[in-house]
Nanobody, 116 residues
Framework: EVQLVESGGGLVQPGGSLRLSCAASGFVFGNYDMSWVRQAPGKGPEWVSSVNSGGGITYFADSVKGRFTISRDNAKNTIYLQMNSLKPEDTAEYYC?????????WGQGTQVTVSS
């Protein structure tokens, strides 16, 4: 059974940081590019960031470039999203997904709320 389990969300003040994790199982993790996608209340999904299967190439949406970092540990079947200088507009449910241009597996999401 494929599972993607996100963790690390929460409430943080503007300017703060959070680190999201996504633990994967049930598929050959090292064969997949991995991504983070977010969805704010009342809005459609927004792609945030991706990392290639080997971890050496990363991609970011313009809205988070310079503030977020994506990484992966293939030995632990886990990806991470380090989010710094958070803004209220970063408030959303954050999902990890297997793939980049086409995302076949999705997690359940973790809520990030940026508010004072």
């Amino acid at each position: 059974e494929v599972q993607l389990v996100e963790s690390g969300g929460g409430l943080v003040q503007p300017g703060g940081s959070l680190r999201l994790s996504c633990a994967a199982s049930g598929f050959v993790f090292g064969n997949y590019d991995m991504s983070w996608v977010r969805q704010a209340p009342g809005k459609g999904p927004e792609w945030v960031s991706s990392v290639n299967s080997g971890g050496g190439i990363t991609y970011f949406a313009d809205s988070v470039k310079g503030r977020f970092t994506i990484s992966r540990d293939n030995a632990k079947n886990t990806i991470y999203l380090q989010m710094n200088s958070l803004k209220p507009e970063d408030t959303a449910e954050y999902y990890c997904a297997a793939g980049r241009s086409s995302m076949g597996y999705w997690g359940q999401g973790t809520q990030v709320t940026v508010s004072s």
